[in-house]
């Protein structure tokens, strides 16, 4: 191939995405997460073996289904799924805060004008963002997966198809998370903005379903006046979340695999897929109207 | 190398650049001069992609950005006043990094002559947070040089840096331009854009209010040339009648020296010269008093905005 | 931020006043329900409010329209019924439409519940048009035969207290007539069956599918019925580790695997289960609560039905065969010695007199090496679909490894932030021509 077909872009992408890697993996930032994340998983797991060892037996599924239990319905778990899982959103809540702050940082700190003196435009380097916080992911799910081979060996807990599927699925999520945290970071100049807007929406992702769900247990002859508006609206702004919220493509891929529904894994990682191009676009147009300088 | 047509960027309350034509040839040291809010950074800028012209039309190396954005991007290497760099890596970690992102062959060999270079190669192992400003400047001039660019756009190099970072770094630009590299360079050390560029341009309001060789732009900065010229049997005649002649406008004598003031609409050297002969005096020796590239910048950056009130006012 | 927090408050305040307000009862048609769950009948019943309900396909289930008074009970957040107060039953014929097509036309008939082997033994049984009235009759009948086997019984325990009398008066009279000596009559046996007096009601048994029914001419009376499948079908396990025999696990499919400690000693009781949706199958157990089923619309959870009693269960090791247990019946019998303050004994009739036994099962002992499964086989021989199930045994160190593998990402990250922070210092001093480490 000659020299003037290279793909500069691709080369742009390689170069940046592999000294973001580095600089992340140089920092204590990321290891932290990884404990976090196994500190959790261990936790469901001890309570797995402390209850197996309290009562003789334990039965959990290889995937995830329901129980009849005392009259009422507990869900089973396959036991490496859930701690896994947990483990993915604490993973996952680290790469949104980094992408949060990945183009923002740069511009705050100048070293993107830098960066674009050379051959460096704002699709490569946007991507290279996102594919680095996707290798970050990446590193963070091999951790896991190590803990998890290990702890499948020691305790004798059995990996499934969900496990794998899971493990799939999540890097789909931090792919939403990490466009998630880009668009976010490429709205604002400062990393402080970034970091207030992430917790914003975070809370706002949080509490828009819970204060929806609370609303909708009111039963509709109830429902008037300003309770109604407050209805219609939480309603509307529910539906916008789990469309908006990357946390609404965790959740609908895990019930797809909880149900063991492989139509619902499939379009559980479109969604995720065009949510991700989608945001990663919307990133780039931001990007290119707020420039490059501080 | 670089040209610009008609180059102007409008922010919402101000204009930055106007109408600005320029043209550095390939193999020149050009500097790029003009008082803080010139539009020199933005033309910089406008010229590197990093701002959009409202109007106007920029070649790199015959080329547009727009079109050729990459090609040209991997030909130009940049050193802003600003230093900003990655402060968590090494300074081998910085140069490698870049030499990736432009693909430099003998990438390890090369980052270590440019340390060597700027004395820099017993520390590329240290964090650059830990660098000093003059530190993170060479080695961001290594970083413009690595990959080996045709064209160096060096925006107030020497700022903050001490005599001995200064001469380092102005023996850099003469030896990359003997080298064939074409450099525009923005600073305001005149001094050591007299020393080392071959070519000015002078920016003001965004307009550009002088362009040319270094000589005759402190030339054109001259409203009137002096003259001192050493004549043997001096006499009064002589002062007199140079005094008649129409284009003087004034004449001191200092011991056996005349210092005459001529305007520059010509050159009157061979006819003062001749006048002294007829006149019975010996002409020894004759020379003008040139200004310093300060003076004349100063003059005409003082004259332009004098002239710009002008405007304003009718 | 602050708004937001007021705004929720406020909502908080409303839907509290709300909760507060005295329920107002309100007349209408609603359709009283007593619908077959799986394994047996519960009532419900569809308000205006909730107009669609939910029956499993090819089971008989009554529907009863009726005009009673309903109301909001905010507390359990479900519509109530309040037949005391008003209790007037539609008369009519039912229709049933598929669509727009009238597809069936039900009458209103008698129905009971019938229990052959007792109200606490085996399933109930629906009984429709005269067999509910037979039911009823035969109940009847079986409380009548009692009642005259009581009057028997008392009338011979008269005669043995006078005849017991006699005898106390000169027992040594008795001495080489043994078996003249009175001997108490034993009581009467209870009757088995049972069966509900006689009601009427609509007798409704549809394939899956949505319909609409009402009473003709009585529009009031329309509703919506979503009549539904299980996903699936399939033995499950009831599982009673020795040293909690109270606290059955349950198994419902193949995919699961029972995780032991261990040396281990259990027992297994197989059952046939249903695979059904959570939302159909909480609306079909309680239609107008609000929230019954939330949530559940993609659910499917597992329903246990009758014991399986004609079967053997097979343990595997390795996946070589070991053992072959039969389903025997066991007995808890408290013992002061033994370590868990009892212990589980075979049951035997003949020792253990009129006690029932504690369960029913299959007594598997595993000593926690290897891999095991079970399945069971019937009659023939042949392994039951879906009924085999992994067994595993967790590692005894599972719990330090658990707390200490976090750790190690922690010392990663320390060991390069130490590493990272000693290129700060200097290098002055060192080899100026030393060959640099790649990058």
Redesign the interface.
């Known amino acids: 191939m000659k020299k ?1 077909q ?1 793909p ?2 691709a ?2 992408i ?3 995405a ?2 973001e890697l ?2 992340t993996l ?2 204590v930032g990321i290891y932290i997460a990884i404990a976090l994340g196994l500190c959790v998983a261990s936790f469901l797991l001890y309570n797995y073996v402390g209850s197996i060892q309290e009562n003789g037996v334990l039965v959990l599924p290889s995937s995830f289904t329901y129980t009849r239990y005392l009259g009422g319905t507990i869900p089973s778990p396959e036991p490496m799924q859930v701690p896994l899982k947990w483990a993915v959103y604490i993973g996952a809540i680290y790469i949104t805060l980094s992408a949060s702050m990945a183009i923002s940082r740069e511009r705050d ?13 704002s699709v490569s380097f946007v991507i290279a963002k996102f594919v680095e916080q996707i290798l970050a992911f990446a590193v963070i799910l091999f951790f896991y997966v190590l803990y998890f081979v290990f702890m499948s060996r020691v305790s004798n807990f059995a990996l499934s198809m969900g496990f794998v599927k899971m493990l799939l699925l999540s890097l789909l999520l931090a792919g939403c998370m990490a466009a998630f945290g880009m668009f976010l970071s490429s709205l604002s100049r400062k990393v402080k903005t970034s970091v207030i807007l992430f917790l914003v929406f975070t809370i706002i992702f949080i509490s828009v379903p819970l204060v929806h769900s609370f609303l909708m247990a009111i039963p509709q002859d109830e429902v008037k006046g300003a309770l109604s508006i407050a209805r219609q609206t939480t309603s509307y702004l529910n539906t916008l979340v789990t469309w908006v919220s990357p946390f609404a493509y965790l959740d609908r891929g895990a019930t797809a695999i909880e149900l063991g529904s492989v139509a619902e894994f499939v379009k559980s990682l479109l969604f995720s897929l065009v949510y991700t191009i989608i945001l990663t676009i919307g990133s780039i147009g931001i990007f290119n109207r707020k ?3 501080r | 190398m670089i040209k610009t047509q008609n180059l102007s960027k409008e922010f919402e309350t101000t204009v930055a650049v106007r109408d600005l034509d320029l043209t550095v040839e390939a193999g020149q040291i050009y500097a790029f001069l003009g008082p803080n809010g010139a539009g020199k950074t933005t033309t910089i ?1 406008m010229l ?4 959009k012209p409202t109007s106007g039309k920029i070649e790199i190396m015959g080329k547009s950005l727009d079109t050729d ?3 040209i ?2 030909r ?1 290497g ?1 050193v ?1 006043e ?1 230093q ?3 402060d ?3 300074a ?2 910085y140069l ?3 030499g ?4 430099v062959e003998d990438r ?1 060999k090369k ?2 002559a440019f340390l ?1 270079r700027v004395k820099l ?7 650059l ?2 660098y000093s400003h003059g530190m993170k400047q060479k080695i ?1 001039i290594a ?2 040089l690595l990959h080996d660019p045709e064209l160096l756009i060096l925006d107030e190099p020497q700022n903050g840096l001490d005599p001995y970072g200064i001469q380092e770094v102005r023996d850099i630009i003469k030896e990359e331009n003997q080298r064939g590299k074409t450099v525009l360079i923005s600073s305001h050390i005149l001094s050591e854009i007299e020393q080392t560029c071959n070519r000015v341009a002078i920016l003001n309001k965004g307009r550009l209010v002088a362009e040319g060789p270094l000589d005759i732009v402190k030339m054109k900065a001259m409203e009137d040339i002096t003259l001192i010229i050493e004549v043997e049997n001096l006499t009064d005649n002589v002062q007199k009648a140079i005094s008649a002649e129409p284009y003087v406008k004034s004449v001191k004598v200092d011991n056996n020296k005349l210092i005459i003031v001529v305007d520059r609409a010509e050159d009157y050297r061979a006819r003062l010269s001749r006048l002294i002969a007829e006149e019975g005096a010996l002409l020894v020796g004759m020379q003008s008093k040139t200004v310093s590239l300060e003076e004349a910048f100063m003059k005409i950056t003082e004259s332009n905005v004098k002239a710009l009130l002008k405007e304003g006012t009718a | 931020m602050k708004k937001l927090v007021y705004l929720l408050m406020i909502l908080v305040a409303m839907s509290m006043l709300i909760i507060a307000a005295p329920p107002e009862k309100v007349e209408q048609t609603v359709i009283k329900l007593i619908l077959f769950d799986g394994s047996q009948w519960g009532e419900t019943f569809s308000p205006k409010e909730y107009a669609n309900f939910y029956m499993l396909a090819g089971t008989d289930n009554i529907i009863i329209p009726t005009k009673t008074k309903v109301y909001y009970w905010p507390i359990t957040q479900e519509y109530m019924a309040d037949y005391y107060d008003q209790n007037e039953e539609l008369e009519g014929t039912l229709e049933v439409y598929h669509g727009n097509k009238l597809i069936k036309k039900v009458e209103k008939e008698d129905y009971s519940f019938a229990y052959p082997q007792g109200y606490y033994g085996g399933r109930p049984e629906l009984r429709g048009g005269e067999a509910a009235k037979e039911a009823a009759v035969t109940y009847q009948k079986e409380v009548e035969a009692y009642y005259g086997r009581v009057m028997a019984y008392q009338e011979a325990m008269d005669e043995y207290r006078i005849a017991l009398d006699k005898f106390w008066e000169n027992p040594e009279a008795y001495k080489g007539r043994e078996t003249e000596i009175p001997k108490e009559p034993s009581q009467p046996d209870y009757p088995v069956f049972y069966a509900t007096e006689a009601q009427r009601g609509y007798i409704l048994n549809l394939e899956p599918g949505t319909y609409t029914i009402q009473i003709e001419g009585q529009p009031e009376s329309k509703r919506t019925v979503s009549v539904f499948n299980p996903r699936r079908a399939g033995p499950g396990f009831e599982i009673r580790p020795e040293q909690k025999w109270t606290m059955p696990l349950n198994s419902n499919e193949i995919k699961e695997t029972v995780y032991i400690s261990g040396k281990q000693t259990m027992y297994l009781t197989p059952y046939n289960g249903l695979e059904v949706n959570m939302y159909k199958y909480s609306k079909l157990q309680k239609l107008p609560s609000v929230s019954s089923g939330r949530g559940g619309e993609m659910v499917y959870f597992w329903m246990q039905l009758d014991y399986i009693n004609d079967a053997k269960l097979q343990v595997l090791k390795d996946n070589q065969l070991i053992d072959e247990v039969d389903l025997k019946k066991w007995y808890v019998q408290q013992t002061a010695d033994a370590a868990l303050g009892y212990e589980i004994i075979e049951f035997n009739p003949v020792e253990l007199g009129e006690r029932p036994p504690s369960f029913e099962g299959y007594k598997v002992d595993l000593d926690g090496t290897g891999r095991y499964s079970f399945r069971l086989v019937d009659a023939e021989g042949k392994v039951i679909t879906e009924s085999e199930r992994l067994v595993r045994s967790i590692g005894s160190q599972s719990r330090f490894f658990a707390f200490l593998l976090p750790l190690i990402p922690i010392l990663v990250g320390i060991l390069i932030w130490v590493w ?1 922070s000693s ?8 080899d ?1 021509t030393s060959t ?4």
């Open positions: 003037q290279r500069y872009r080369i742009a390689t170069a940046m592999r000294r580095r600089s140089f920092n700190q100048g070293t993107l004008e830098v960066l674009f003196y050379g051959p460096v435009d420039g490059v300088r | 800028m590197l992609g990093l701002e954005y990459f090609s991007k991997r130009i940049v802003s600003n900003y760099l990655y968590d890596m090494t081998w970690e490698n990094f870049f990736r992102l432009y693909e390890e980052i270590k060597e190669y017993h520390r590329r192992n240290e964090r947070a830990g961001s970083r413009a | 990272r290129l700060s210092a200097s290098e002055k001093g060192t100026k640099p480490q790649a990058v």
